[in-house]
């Protein structure tokens, strides 16, 4: 097995300063790699951030991710619902330079009421000039394909060609995969040989090296259910073992696994990382 070493934390609070309450949170609940928010998650409000504390996330040593806010929707045919997208995906990338992020995530989003051959055409033509605007060192931006729900752009990680393909198979694109949104599309990640089915047909649809972060979360519903609801890891219908089995992928090595669990108390997320750090650590020695 590879010795490249996988991070594994969690999407943390950032309630009384970015890297105040972040780290601490993270080491509370024993994170090796930590997710936030860099504005309200549910509001289009766009924050700046409080250089002594980007700083010290920076100079923590805990490598960083960001999730940009839900209501971004590259597809939208609405004019204001688009260009508050766009901003908010520019303000994202921003703090995420700022703060040092090793990527941005944003939701692939939906054609809502017209046809997906207009969104995808939307998408190339107004997101990639964004990725354009990234510097060299500045963050990837990452595509999080979704449940499966109606009208949605992209859900099945086959789903994301012709995403990469709108976007032109830009250098400073990737790819977040979140387990109970591939479990919710149809992966079964449970039958044998699912997990790699599913990452082999990852790489072949981006290519490698284009996976950048897993979002590690076990779900409440069957395969296929299209619904996003997270569970605890090993609680839900996926079970333990197939984010062993993800560990062990050879495209998975040294991609950060971030859980996104349920629950305010640490606890339960203290578990759930223990859990997967007892997952690939087994694994090393498979």
Known sequence: MSAVHTPIGGHVPVAGGLATGGLKYAERIGAEVIQ??????????????????????????????????????????????LEKSLAAIRHALRRGHQIGAGGVVIHTGSSVSQSYEQAMRQIHERLLPVLEEIGEDGPPLLLEPMAGQSNMLCATVQQLGPYFEALEHHPKLGVCLDTCHAWAAGHDLTAPGGVKETMDALVATVGPGRLKLIHANDSKDPCGSCRDRHENIGAGHIGEAPFAELLRHPAAAGVPFVIETPGRDPEPHRKDIETLKRLRDASRTA
């Not at 409080?50 to 939208?76: C, Q, T």
């Open 36 to 81: 936030v928010f860099v504005g309200n998650p549910r509001g289009w409000a766009m924050p700046g951030g409080k250089p002594e504390e980007d700083a010290r996330l920076r100079e923590s040593g805990v490598p960083v991710f960001v999730h940009a806010n839900y209501l971004i929707n590259p597809g939208s045919p609405n004019p204001e619902t």
